[in-house]
């Protein structure tokens, strides 16, 4: 059995749900699913990481000495940006 882990969703007034995508939840159980890249996590050509958040509008994170790290600041940026103030509208 898995460890239990945890998933933050927004759900604004129109009813639109926004979350980190993450395959402890079925999302299909809630209806159609539209999935969006929201980043691409890369190394460079000296083994720095980094997390280009260019599909969301936002900046590139990094570097970052490990993909570990790389993928905590893209998540960290999402959770803090794009995920909560689209509850509030705005993207």
């Excluded at 890369?42 to 980094?50: A, I, L, T």
């Excluded at 994170?61 to 790389?70: D, I, K, N, Q, T």
Aim: aromatic share 6%.
């Amino acid at each position: 059995m898995s460890e239990p882990t945890e998933m933050e969703m927004v759900v604004a007034v129109d009813g639109v749900a926004r979350c980190i995508y993450d395959e402890s939840l079925d999302l299909r159980a809630l209806g159609k699913l539209q999935i969006t890249r929201a980043s691409h996590v890369e190394p460079d050509s000296d083994g720095n990481w980094w997390a280009d958040m260019g599909p969301v509008s936002g900046p590139v994170l990094g570097p970052f000495a490990s993909r570990s790290a790389a993928l905590a600041a893209e998540r960290g940026w999402l959770v803090e940006g794009p995920i909560s103030s689209q509850a509030n509208g705005a993207y």
